[in-house]
């Protein structure tokens, strides 16, 4: 079983829906990623917390919203999402910042 | 550049060969080469990593080969077997405090056929 779980595993929303994607690591690491994988592109990070801090946003836009209560969880809220949004969303986590990362099975969201 | 280069987009072994991944980067300051394993409706998995330190790093059938002056890291599977059928990443990342992003190659889908 991964340390790191994702839910759901896979959502089908609107365009004008707003859901969120949950994270949650067993593995005591204190830092915690948004990935978003699309076909034939490379993994994309879209954020990362340390000890519940943001440290990252890659230029993501607005109507993607993160938030960490705590080194254990990690969500992602959607609202007014794209067609082009449509991917698999992997959330990771590592001990720090520059240990290796531990991905989750990931959410494949489907924007109608 | 940021990218990583990652070749080829597709492999067909026979089981029991070798099978081989290719990866090129641009950024000298890269020092640290995870190669990871996603299978179908899954995460990817860390699978071996390597730094600049070494030419090889050799972990059971996998092997990463590293050529610091071509700037180019290798993955090659020997014996492969079916099971080793899934998606392969290659990514590199500047390891020193405060850096974690990791840079990703496009990915290789690798079949072993029976």
């Known amino acids: 079983e991964t340390g790191v779980t994702q839910t759901p595993r896979h959502l089908v929303m609107g365009m004008t829906n707003k859901k969120s994607l949950k994270c949650e690591q067993h593995?005591?690491?204190?830092?915690m990623y948004w990935y978003k994988q699309s076909a034939k592109k490379p993994l994309e990070l879209m954020f990362v917390?340390?000890?519940?801090?943001?440290?990252e946003n890659n230029s993501v836009p607005s109507r993607f919203s993160p938030e960490c209560p705590n080194s254990s969880h990690l969500f992602l809220h959607l609202h007014t999402l794209q067609p082009e949004d449509s991917a698999l969303y992997l959330c990771?986590?590592?001990?720090?910042?520059?240990?290796?990362?531990?991905f989750g099975d990931g959410t494949r969201l489907s924007i109608l | 550049q940021q990218q990583v280069k990652q070749s080829p987009q597709s492999l067909i072994v026979q089981k029991g060969g070798i099978s081989i991944i290719n990866c090129a980067y641009e950024?000298?300051?890269?020092?640290?080469f995870p190669w990871y394993q996603q299978f179908p409706g899954k995460g990817p998995a860390l699978l071996i990593a390597i730094r600049p330190d070494v030419s090889e790093k050799k972990e059971g059938r996998f092997t990463i080969s590293f050529n610091k002056s071509a700037k180019q890291f290798s993955l090659h599977i020997m014996d492969s077997q079916p099971g080793d059928s899934a998606t392969y990443f290659c990514a590199a990342t500047r390891s020193g405090a405060g850096s974690y992003q990791l840079t990703f190659g496009k990915g290789t889908k690798l079949s072993v056929i029976p």
């Open positions: 917390y340390n000890f519940k801090e943001q440290t």
């Open positions: 593995l005591g690491h204190n830092a």
């Open positions: 990771a986590s590592s001990q720090g910042l520059n240990q290796p990362q531990h």
């Open positions: 950024n000298t300051a890269f020092d640290y």
